[in-house]
């Protein structure tokens, strides 16, 4: 409990954003994969702290495979992509001898790496920290939650895809939310049709409008939907920037509306 009311190595981080879903595969490592990168356009210096330990997306999805996390005198430093050092990441990814490796840990040893990720990594002055979680309110959310409470403002980013078996799981995602007292900033509805890539004409696949009516009955924002698009996917695999990119594309506009959302509904909390 002392660590966790010492400042420390979050102390210059004004705003933590959760990005969390009931349901695997919804695409949270892309939601904030491509927030972070809307937020650096923007301006902002923007770190992501992966704490899906048995899954590790970002250091693929940032080009960053390789990297090494090295110690510094505050810690870990996490790994930088640019010499501005505007986007940084943490991962386990980073802490594996190979890439296939698998992560094969009971809960408390989970835990333990989350409460360590919070307090040793030399994150420095950040406008934003984006954590990227697991499926589901297991241990590992708990956990997260649990060692970032004291770091205001912390608020959730829940995302879901339209199929009503997805809203379903999200729905108890959202009373995850309530009963630990963590503040939801909204709804993002991911793979909200498919766009073509020679018309950009967007053609609902699987259905539409699921994440919006979620939001509206659940009491909180619907921030946007945004599409299946195989040039987002493509960058997403090669660990390019597909809002530097790609920024004719409705996918980019949908990105970028769910970022300024964000930037607007929290100014108000910073110092």
């Known amino acids: 409990m002392e660590a966790a009311a010492e400042p420390g190595n979050l102390a210059g981080i004004r705003h933590i954003i959760l990005v969390l ?16 990168l809307a937020l650096r356009h923007a301006g902002k210096k923007v770190g992501i702290l992966d704490v899906d330990l048995c899954g590790p997306s970002i250091p693929r999805m940032f080009g960053a495979q390789g990297k090494a996390v090295h110690q510094c005198d505050r810690g870990w430093a996490p790994v930088f992509l ?37 307090s040793d990594v030399a994150w420095g002055e950040l ?14 959310h708990m956990a997260a939650i649990e060692a970032l409470r004291a770091y205001q403002p912390l608020g959730a980013l829940v995302v879901t895809t339209p199929q009503a078996v997805s809203v379903g799981d999200v729905r108890r995602e959202l009373t995850f939310c309530r009963k630990t007292g963590l503040r939801v900033m909204g709804v993002v509805e991911n793979m909200s049709g498919f766009t073509c890539p020679h018309c950009t004409e967007c053609t609902s696949v699987f259905s539409r409008g699921g994440g919006e009516e979620l939001a509206r009955l659940a009491g909180v924002p619907f921030l946007g939907s945004v599409p299946l698009d195989p040039e987002l996917m493509r960058s997403l695999e090669e660990g390019h920037d597909f809002i530097r990119e790609f920024p004719g594309s409705p996918t980019f506009t949908a990105l970028i509306s769910i970022a300024q959302k964000i930037l607007d509904v929290t100014p108000a909390c910073l110092p």
């Open 21 to 36: 879903s009931g349901k695997g595969g919804v695409g949270k490592s892309t939601i904030s994969t491509e927030l972070a």
């Open 82 to 118: 640019d010499r501005e050092q505007s986007i940084s990441l943490m991962s386990v990814g980073f802490l594996l001898e190979k890439p296939d490796e698998a992560v094969v840990w009971r809960g408390p040893k989970k835990n333990a790496l989350i409460k360590q990720f919070v």
């Open 127 to 140: 406008d934003y920290l984006v954590v990227d979680t697991p499926p589901g309110t297991s241990d590992e």
